[in-house]
C-alpha cells in the first residue's frame, strides 16, 4: 500500500499530525517560521553589530560638547563601551591614501596609533538622516 511520507515542521522539526495541508505545526511556529528563514546566526551577529556601532556613533556625536563634524578621540574611548571596529557598512579611500571606514554617514579614520578621526558626512551617499533633524 501506498504510504504518506510523514512532513515535519519547517521551524521547531516536530511531526505534522493534525492537518497535512500546512507547513507548520501551531500557529507559533507559522509566526516564527519565515521570519528566521535564511537568517544565519553570523548575519545576525554583523546586522547586530553594525547597529550597535552606528548607535554608538550617534551617540557620541549628540553629546554637546562634541558638536562637530570632525574630531579626533581615543580609540579606547569607543572601545570601552562595545564599539566594534570590524563591521562597517562602506569604505572609502581619499587622494592621499586614508582609509575611512563608515557606519551610515558616521565615519572613522585611524590618525595615529590609538586614535580615531571621527567624522560625520550627512551628504554622503547612502547617508541615513535623522527624519527629526531633517528640514521640511
Excluded at 495541508?21 to 544565519?40: I, K, L, T, V, Y
Excluded at 554608538?56 to 572601545?79: D, G, M, N, S, Y
Excluded at 551610515?104 to 551628504?123: A, I, R, Y
Aim: proline fraction near 9%; include cysteine; hydrophobic fraction near 35%.
Amino acid at each position: 500500500m501506498n504510504q504518506i511520507p510523514e512532513k515535519n515542521c519547517p521551524h521547531c522539526g516536530a511531526p505534522l499530525a493534525q492537518r497535512t495541508h500546512s507547513p507548520f505545526c501551531s500557529a507559533q511556529c507559522r509566526a516564527a517560521g519565515p521570519e528566521n528563514a535564511g537568517n544565519s546566526p553570523a548575519l545576525a551577529t554583523a546586522l547586530s553589530a553594525v547597529h550597535q556601532n552606528y548607535l554608538l556613533l550617534k551617540r557620541f556625536f549628540e553629546t554637546p560638547a562634541r558638536e562637530l563634524f570632525r574630531q579626533i578621540v581615543p580609540e579606547h574611548e569607543l572601545l570601552d563601551k562595545g564599539f566594534r571596529p570590524e563591521f562597517f557598512t562602506s569604505i572609502c579611500i581619499d587622494a592621499r591614501g586614508t582609509v575611512t571606514h563608515y557606519c551610515f554617514e558616521f565615519g572613522w579614520s585611524k590618525n595615529k596609533p590609538g586614535q580615531l578621526e571621527l567624522s560625520v558626512e550627512t551628504d554622503r551617499p547612502g547617508a541615513v538622516r535623522d527624519v527629526i533633524s531633517y528640514p521640511f
